[in-house]
């Protein structure tokens, strides 16, 4: 596994955070309510941070001061946007890979096996909105032993 940042983030506490890409304007406000929450209470989150949704998610945490774990579903980024620079120079992000550098798109295949490796390093699991008979709806039934939340 790949590793950018703060690597004693891999020993703190972290709340898996995922959400279908297709999610009922309802479950939208409840999953900002969340991010900002754990803002407030300092608590680390992972995620992939790539549907628009935990994109909005990632706006609300990037805000506070902490820790954030990223996962990607290619190899590692080649360029870091500004707003993670600033939170890795801060040593409060940390950005993770289960793929060496020629995986470079995204597949369907990449998301689930980031997504198993978010699920595996949390302690806890959250999820914004599952939708029936996805990729989530599995996962969540396969990780049953960890703490899980639907928001």
Same mark, same amino acid.
């Given at each position: 596994m790949e590793m950018l940042g703060n690597t004693h983030l891999m020993e703190i506490p972290k709340t898996a955070f995922l959400?279908?890409?297709t999610i009922p304007a309802t479950a939208v406000l409840k999953?900002?309510?969340? =991010?900002?929450?754990?803002?407030?209470?300092?608590?680390?989150?992972?995620s992939g941070f790539q549907s628009k949704l935990e994109k909005d998610v990632l706006h609300y945490?990037?805000?506070?001061?902490q820790p954030l774990t990223i996962v990607l579903a290619r190899g590692m980024k080649k360029r870091i @946007?500004? @707003?993670?620079?600033?939170?890795?120079?801060k040593n409060r992000l940390l950005v993770l890979s289960p793929f060496d550098e020629s995986v470079n798109r995204v597949? =369907?295949?990449?998301? @689930?096996?980031r997504n198993r490796t978010m699920m595996?390093? =949390?302690?806890e699991i959250v999820f914004g909105h599952i939708s029936e008979g996805g990729m989530l709806s599995r996962l969540q039934r396969e990780f049953k032993r960890k703490r899980i939340r639907l928001l």
């Open positions: 959400c279908s890409r999953c900002y309510d969340w =991010a900002i929450e754990q803002r407030e209470h300092g608590r680390c989150v992972v945490l990037i805000q506070g001061s @946007e500004p @707003e993670l620079k600033k939170a890795l120079n597949t =369907a295949e990449t998301a @689930e096996k595996e390093i =949390a302690d």
